[in-house]
């Protein structure tokens, strides 16, 4: 591992401990950006003052639905890395309420971010940004659409919060607190070769249905071809409604076709009323398609592959991955496998209650950014 990138973990179940252990570890000093990522389990107080005491300014840090390190996937646990100043610049930007954030403050950043990098569009594949935002918001379309809108074609990714699959309370650390309704958005300029990745193992397995009733803003969805939305999902996979399950929902989600891209839409679950709720943008009129996955193991490889063929064998990458991604390869029986992959890679990040890319908040996909060392 390079000396300007660090990485620890730590599975000490308080959080003091787990704080010091994984700062024992990486470059505590301002000039470093801090990425932290911990279990909804540790007490939020105290969390929240371990991080300001031991690691300063400069920390991006959230909770999570499971953690990603060099140890594999993990869970009730902390991660940590931190970048040097040598190979970014950057600047953390704390968005504290995100039911008011508008335009108006997406471009405030803009401007500001100009005058501090002296930004020249010409060299905008040198800059990428990073979101972390609560995942129980609801606001994530709009925010990484705004950011995105503003800030193109500087690329943009990131990871909603989690909360170890309560669905209650995500938290994004801020000023010195955790809180929810939040989110952090850093941009860095890279004086080291990067990549910016998305990957999905879904393909579109049914023909193409309409959302016909909805709540864009709870992200319900009451019908589907103008019957009650989860026996018309039941009935396209051939199934009884009173089988439907989380399982189901995780192998099964919505699949959105813009162009030649596809974007997952998952569901969070089955509502009394036969509605469906659901972890990104849904609307009334969306024409969608029901999906089935494919290789989950070999997405994860040929990733790996491409990483390493675009950055050489030693590379960094920061990963925002689908906790539903984890929970089929459970299902499956192939969490072994997939751990493996991770194993002694350089690695840092989470699972997610959905992951931003771009301009568009989506579900069941690996996203992040990978550096060269």
Known sequence: MSEDIKISHSKELISDDAINEIASSIDTSDDALKFVFFSSNYNKLRMQNALSRT????????????????????RY??????????????????IEDLTKFNIN???????????????????????????????????????????????MPIKIVGGSAGDDMHFVETNIFNNGELSSNAASFVLLRCETPFRVFKTQFFKPMSDKIV?????????????????????EYASILN????????????????ILQIGNNLYVRSFEKMNPDYSLSVLSAIDIGLVVRVAEPTDIVQDYKKLFDNLRNELGEN???????????????????????????????????????????????????????AFAL
């Open 239 to 254: 199934i009884p409604v009173e089988d439907l399950n989380p399982y189901t929902f995780a192998k099964h989600p919505f």
């Open 77 to 94: 646990s902390a991660v940590g890395g931190s970048i040097s100043s040598k190979i970014v610049k950057f600047k953390k930007y704390e």
């Open 211 to 231: 959302i016909t009733d909805a709540s864009p803003r709870q992200r319900i969805v009451y019908e589907i071809n103008g019957e009650r939305a989860a026996i």
């Open 55 to 74: 690691l300063g300014k400069n920390v991006m840090a959230c909770s999570t639905a499971g953690e990603i390190s060099p140890a594999g996937f993990t």
């Open 315 to 369: 590379y960094f990458f920061i990963a925002f991955d689908c906790i539903h991604r984890r929970y089929i390869a459970e299902q499956e029986g192939i969490d072994d496998e997939v751990n493996n992959l991770f194993r002694l890679q350089n690695v840092v990040g989470f699972h997610t209650y959905g992951e931003q890319f771009m301009g568009m908040h989506i579900n069941q996909t690996l996203t992040g950014i």
């Open 105 to 151: 403050e997406a471009l405030a950043i803009r401007r500001d971010f100009e005058n501090e990098f002296n930004f020249n569009i010409n060299d905008a594949d040198k800059y990428v940004g990073i979101l972390l935002i609560d995942g129980k918001s609801m606001l994530e379309d709009k925010v990484i659409a705004l950011l995105y809108k503003v800030f």
